[in-house]
């Protein structure tokens, strides 16, 4: 019903940035809210940030390891969401995973969206 398919992950050196997209596809959305996650070999998957989209507008949320360095934004008209990262540490390197629910509402909760791209992979060196 929805795909999902996140872009932008590659090898970047420590202190650099990197822009991670992501496109939704096979319906539209209206009010809706989408997340990025990330999970690397061995560890559970780990909330980075979230955005809400309604009429009213968006609200965002981010998990304390990111705040100041990330920053999550939408295009509702193009069905796509964001993620601007700076000031990359080597804690940083994981595969990303953006995801999408069908109703709006912002949540922490991996469990709480119903969709799921097939990840991309950002790797920082030190």
């Known amino acids: 019903q929805v795909r999902l398919v996140e872009s932008g992950g590659r090898l970047v050196q420590a202190g650099g940035s990197l822009r991670l997209s992501c496109a939704a596809s096979?319906?539209?959305?209206?009010?809706?809210?989408m997340g990025w996650f990330r999970q690397a070999p061995g560890k559970e998957r780990e909330f980075v940030a979230a955005?809400?989209?309604?009429?009213?507008?968006?609200?965002?949320s981010y998990a304390d390891s990111v705040k100041g360095r990330f920053t999550i934004s939408a295009d509702n008209a193009k069905t796509t969401v964001y993620l601007q990262m700076n000031s990359l540490k080597p804690d940083d390197t994981a595969a990303y995973f953006c995801?999408?629910?069908?109703?709006?509402?912002?949540?922490?909760?991996?469990?709480?969206?119903?969709?799921w791209g097939q990840g991309t992979q950002v790797t920082v060196s030190s």
């Open positions: 995801a999408a629910r069908s109703n709006s509402g912002l949540t922490q909760r991996y469990e709480e969206y119903d969709y």
């Open positions: 096979g319906r539209t959305f209206n009010n809706y809210a």
């Open positions: 955005i809400t989209i309604s009429w009213s507008g968006g609200a965002t």
